[in-house]
């Protein structure tokens, strides 16, 4: 089941994405006000009960996509998790934790939405994600029941300014929050529709040029890990978003660097998930 987040007119809502349209959820007796709120209220059964026998309310050309999760408590994202990306690094051995940062709500944008290049730098740079939505709360959660606490996948890109990336000595979180640098999105695929997470493709292209591809078996830390692992510190809640780390091939890596210019389009695809699709402006 496809779950995305829209607004139309001067209204924000939630609804089920089909091919011939969104069913608005929203406005159904009794619903949740937003997605969050469902996930956390509601099963997926439950969710797909509202729209049960009901034709779309919306075409999806009328409909101005938002993030999925319009108000997430948390954004918690991870570096370097490809084995390819940690010998970008010169790293000859494997890290034995997983490097984590923070985003703000701010700075993504949902999909078919402008991302900005800030005035401050002209280094703003794509990577393309795979990114995991909680679906109950949890803390200290074993690694072998975390992935039933996963409400569903959505793509995201998550747009760097890496000159700023290096102001701090042992920081990225300037580099990583820019207001709408970044994108997720179009929609949450609930993870009833998949069976095991350990071999989904992303793929990101710039103007549709490839430039990353890789698969979650090369991940060096997996989805249930990082569940189990964050949870050990934070408690994790229904719509929480952990970013799950971005392939080799960004444009910093490139010689020389190939950084994002106003009216290039972003897309990034995981197959099973979505194509979030995104072009870039200047502020």
């Known amino acids: 089941m496809k779950l995305a987040s829209f607004s139309i007119g001067n209204r924000c809502s939630y609804g089920v994405v089909t091919d011939?349209?969104?069913?608005?959820?929203?406005?159904?007796?009794?619903?949740?006000?937003?997605?969050?709120?469902?996930?956390?209220?509601?099963?997926?059964?439950?969710?797909?009960?509202?729209?049960?026998?009901?034709?779309?309310?919306?075409?999806?050309?009328?409909?101005?996509?938002?993030?999925?999760?319009?108000?997430?408590?948390?954004?918690?994202?991870?570096?370097?998790?490809?084995?390819?990306?940690?010998?970008?690094?010169?790293?000859?051995?494997?890290?034995q934790y997983p490097s984590v940062f923070i985003r703000t709500p701010g700075s993504l944008v949902g999909h078919l939405q402008p991302i900005i290049r800030p005035m401050e730098s002209k280094q703003l740079d794509y990577e393309g994600e795979i990114a995991i939505i909680i679906g109950k709360a949890g803390r200290r959660i074993p690694q072998e029941s975390a992935e039933s606490y996963i409400a569903?996948?959505?793509?995201?890109?998550?747009?760097?300014?890496?000159?700023?990336?290096?102001?701090?000595?042992?920081?990225?979180?300037?580099?990583?929050?820019?207001?709408?640098?970044?994108a997720i999105g179009p929609w949450l695929i609930t993870a009833d529709e998949f069976h095991g997470y350990d071999d989904l493709t992303v793929s990101t292209r710039v103007n549709g040029d490839p430039r990353q591809f890789d698969t979650t078996a090369n991940l060096l830390f997996s989805f249930s890990y990082l569940i189990s692992y964050l949870s050990t510190f934070i408690h994790l809640e229904p719509g929480d978003i952990i970013s799950t780390g971005t392939p080799t091939g960004a444009g910093a890596r490139f010689d020389p660097p190939r950084f994002l210019e106003p009216g290039d389009e972003v897309e990034v695809e995981v197959p099973g998930v979505g194509l979030l699709k995104n072009v870039v402006i200047d502020e």
């Open 20 to 95: 011939e349209g969104v069913i608005d959820i929203s406005q159904q007796p009794g619903a949740p006000g937003n997605l969050r709120s469902a996930l956390a209220k509601l099963t997926t059964e439950e969710i797909a009960a509202l729209t049960a026998g009901r034709l779309p309310d919306h075409e999806l050309g009328d409909i101005v996509y938002l993030p999925p999760i319009t108000d997430p408590k948390k954004i918690l994202c991870i570096g370097v998790n490809y084995v390819n990306r940690n010998e970008e690094y010169d790293e000859t051995t494997l890290p």
């Open 152 to 182: 569903g996948l959505t793509v995201l890109q998550e747009g760097s300014v890496r000159d700023w990336m290096r102001h701090g000595k042992f920081n990225v979180t300037q580099g990583k929050n820019f207001e709408r640098s970044g």
